[in-house]
């Protein structure tokens, strides 16, 4: 388990938005580029990345898309190529006029792949909410 945190000069409601929409959370995201419903609170997300750094490798993947607008909450669960089990948990609060995003994030996979997978996660999603910001 990983816990990242983040403080956004942006309304909560606004970042909040970012998370809860998939095609808004894919339009800041920088390796995802697309995305489709495929089910009630279901997307398949695309992905691209680069293998070793510089082999293109693109792959797709149901995600479950949760939302709790109340507790401003939005978890999202997924299976990355049949091996990686991927849970993130957002929970959103405001301090001082700021959003502050605590988020979860719970890596499982048989293949000994987890560590070298949270720092993608960690350099990402600090993207992620840069461009959020810059919104």
Do not use: W
């Not at 792959?59 to 091996?83: E, H, R």
């Amino acid at each position: 388990m990983m816990i990242l945190e983040y403080l956004l000069n942006k309304p909560i409601t606004f970042v909040y938005q970012h998370l809860a929409d998939a095609n808004k959370f894919v339009a800041v995201h920088p390796l995802i580029y697309k995305c489709e419903q495929v089910g009630k609170n279901q997307f398949r997300f695309y992905e691209k990345q680069k293998l070793f750094g510089f082999l293109p490798y693109r792959f797709s993947y149901i995600v479950q898309l949760n939302t709790d607008p109340k507790q401003q909450i939005v978890t999202m669960n997924a299976v990355a190529m049949g091996i990686l089990k991927i849970e993130l948990i957002f929970q959103l609060s405001e301090k001082q006029g700021k959003t502050y995003i605590k988020e979860t994030v719970n890596l499982k996979s048989v293949l000994p792949i987890v560590f070298l997978v949270n720092p993608i996660f960690s350099t990402v999603h600090k993207e992620i909410f840069e461009r959020i910001e810059n919104l």
